[in-house]
Structures are given as C-alpha cells and as structure tokens.
C-alpha cells in the first residue's frame, strides 16, 4: 500500500525525490502519512480536492483485502 501511495504521488510532483508516506498502525485503522515539498501540495490536493479523493478512494479500494481501514493523510 505505502509503494501505491508513493507511485501515484510521485508522478503527480515537480519534486518526486522529496516524497515520503510513513505508516502508522493500530487495532482497526492503518493512516499512511504523506509527506512532500510544500511546493508541492498543491497538487496533491488538486481543484477542491479532488486528486486527494481520488488518491483515498484508491487506496482505500486497494484495502479491501487487509480488512481495516485506512486513512490517507497529506502534509508538506
């Protein structure tokens, strides 16, 4: 799931040697963090959002197999 992240997110950035996606793990939920140069955010969020759903919405379909649920948060 991290490798995913780190695909979509890279091909999306003018900075992709700067993104980093840290896991963190409990009883029911995974929330993968990610990290990427603050030029960059932007783009990951998209007009209203809408990169950013699209990227959650695949990740969370891609999850359907581990049987928790997964958050995708976006930092600079």
């Known amino acids: 799931m991290k490798d995913l992240i780190t695909v979509i997110a890279q091909a999306l950035v003018d900075h992709p040697d700067e993104v980093r996606v840290?896991?963190?793990e409990?009883?029911?939920?995974?929330?993968?963090?990610?990290?990427?140069?603050?030029g960059d955010v932007g783009k990951i969020i998209g007009k209203q959002g809408r990169i950013a759903k699209a990227l959650r919405t695949v990740?969370?379909?891609?999850?359907?197999k581990e049987k928790k649920r997964v958050n995708v948060e976006i930092d600079s």
């Open 22 to 24: 840290e896991a963190h």
């Open 59 to 64: 990740v969370t379909s891609a999850a359907v």
């Open 26 to 38: 409990n009883e029911h939920t995974v929330t993968y963090k990610l990290s990427v140069h603050p």
